[in-house]
């Protein structure tokens, strides 16, 4: 069963201080891997997609980087804008299943 | 939410009614699902379709069904509303190796 899961659950950082966050996943077959951010009482708004190791996407301050366990998504010199629920989700198998972690609550103070 | 149109985006129900939540999409992609999510256990798959015709179980099916007639429309029907079903649902398309797209999500209260 294909399994993700994120670390911390919460992260609180001061602005300009940068980060990473950690997400972990098993899947087999994996078709790709998702990053999505979601602020308060809003649906998940999609960030990237990798597909295999070695692979980076960049995205003005986030910077995301995929291995065969494990995938991070950098965050350099944040702002209080920043602060969302930061989402990972794998696609796996014949049936494209996506499974999510539980996401990563970031807080950026000014 | 471009391409997914899911409604309605608030309801209240009672304890033991009936209800369907819409989804559809114009982006022709045949993966639809349907995801609940709740506070500390993130999002959990409910049911999901990859075509019209065919449908499978996700994690936490029960007390839910569903139906996949054509591309375009995937609805979640819940039998007999529980107050443990209370929740955000949201609908979810995408092709096999592209992003997810999500509706803009139904808070639903069963009380």
């Known amino acids: 069963e294909d399994q993700v899961t994120q670390s911390p659950e919460a992260l609180r950082l001061q602005e300009g201080e940068s980060s990473s966050l950690n997400c972990s996943y098993t899947?087999?077959?994996?078709?790709?891997l998702f990053w999505y951010r979601q602020d308060p009482g809003k649906g998940p708004e999609f960030l990237f997609t990798?597909?295999?190791a070695g692979e980076e996407k960049e995205k003005e301050r986030l910077k995301a980087t995929l291995t065969k366990k494990e995938s991070f998504l950098h965050i350099t010199a944040p702002k209080p804008e920043d602060s969302a629920t930061y989402l990972c989700?794998?696609?796996?198998?014949?049936?494209?299943?996506?499974?999510f972690g539980k996401g990563i609550t970031l807080s950026v103070r000014p | 939410n471009a391409g997914v149109t899911q409604t309605p985006k608030f309801q209240v129900l009672k304890t033991g009614q009936s209800m369907t939540l819409q989804c559809a999409q114009d982006?022709?992609?045949?993966?639809m699902s349907w995801y609940r999510q709740d506070p500390g256990m993130g999002l959990r798959l409910i049911h999901y379709?990859?075509?019209?015709?065919?449908?499978d179980q996700g994690e936490v099916p029960n007390g839910y069904n569903v139906s996949r007639s054509t591309t375009e429309d995937f609805p979640l029907r819940l039998l007999s509303a529980a107050p443990s079903q209370t929740s955000v649902y949201f609908c979810?398309?995408?092709?096999?190796?592209?992003?997810?797209?999500f509706g803009q999500g139904t808070r639903l209260t069963v009380v």
């Open positions: 989700a794998v696609r796996g198998g014949a049936n494209s299943k996506l499974t």
């Open positions: 899947v087999s077959g994996l078709r790709g």
């Open positions: 990798l597909y295999s």
């Open positions: 982006m022709n992609h045949e993966y």
């Open positions: 379709s990859v075509g019209a015709g065919i449908t």
């Open positions: 979810v398309i995408g092709a096999a190796n592209t992003e997810a797209f």
